[in-house]
């Protein structure tokens, strides 16, 4: 029964030590390329959604500088993907003070593009795309808007000085007509005894 019950503890135990070890980072060089790929590819976005959540209750000053700071790793190291996505997600977020979809794109273009992340990560990216290209267009349908209520403004600043200039010779022509008359009822009065 003692034997039974330690090799019930061992085999136990063993089984917790296999599943709460981690599994290596094996990588292998790309002889065409010269760089190292990961054959343990990561899954990105559990953190980017927590990250996202935590960037966005950050005063502004606090997010831009994490905007620069993240973008010196960025440029510092290309195969920096956890930053990249990173980057493209405060560049992209609806509640993000730093939002800019024009900087966000090419960003979000080249990881999708880069054959080095999970599809839940490309998939996650897909939708940041899609998110940051329907900003895109609701920006330039903002800016064609207030082209044409510019210019809506001017012709309607035009049409009121018409307007103001009519109304000013409308004026003018009932004071003369008054007077006009004004002379004829003088005249017609002297010309009576």
């Not at 593009?113 to 939708?127: E, F, G, I, P, R």
């Amino acid at each position: 029964m003692n034997t039974q019950y330690l090799t019930l503890c061992l085999f136990s135990l063993l089984l917790h030590g296999c599943a709460t070890q981690s599994t290596p980072n094996i990588e292998t060089t790309d002889a065409h390329l010269g760089q190292k790929q990961s054959n343990a590819h990561h899954d990105y976005v559990s953190p980017l959604l927590q990250f996202s959540e935590v960037f966005t209750s950050l005063p502004t000053e606090a997010q831009k500088k994490l905007v620069h700071e993240t973008n010196q790793v960025v440029l510092a190291d290309s195969h920096a993907w956890m930053d990249k996505m990173k980057l493209a997600t405060m560049l992209t977020l609806p509640n993000s003070d730093v939002r800019d979809p024009s900087k966000a794109q090419p960003i979000l273009q080249a990881l999708i593009q880069s054959n080095m992340l999970t599809a839940t990560d490309v998939a996650y990216l897909k939708l940041l795309q899609e998110i940051n290209t329907a900003h895109l267009k609701l920006l330039q349908k903002t800016k064609e808007e207030a082209k044409n209520a510019e210019s809506l403004n001017q012709k309607y600043e035009a049409l009121q000085k018409k307007y103001d200039a009519l109304a000013q010779k409308l004026t003018d022509l009932k004071n003369i007509e008054k007077s006009l008359s004004e002379r004829e009822v003088k005249a017609i009065e002297k010309s009576q005894p």
